[in-house]
């Protein structure tokens, strides 16, 4: 038994709708932009660290790279103790 006549060759009941979502998607495909505010750049320059900050990590990273970089386990114990004393 053929279900299809001769008048419905090729007959896709979908083909405007995907037709639809193709132009749609044609309509759409844009880039995103991201745009700061004149506002959120000067908050940005207030977080930048201060000189003397920067010069003393400057020193450490020198130091951690050319493998001269020491911890001193009792200072860092008796911070510890401190922090967590504060803490209770």
């Known amino acids: 038994m053929k279900i299809q006549g001769p008048n419905h060759t090729n007959f896709n009941p979908y083909q405007k709708q995907l037709q639809k979502q193709a132009q749609i998607s044609k309509e759409t495909n844009k880039e995103d932009q991201l745009q700061i505010s004149d506002q959120a750049k ?44 504060k803490q209770s």
């Open 42 to 85: 000067k908050l940005q320059e207030k977080d930048q660290p201060e000189a003397a900050r920067k010069a003393h990590v400057d020193e450490i990273k020198q130091a951690v790279q050319s493998g001269n970089y020491r911890v001193d386990a009792k200072e860092t114990a008796e911070k510890m103790i401190n922090f967590w004393n």
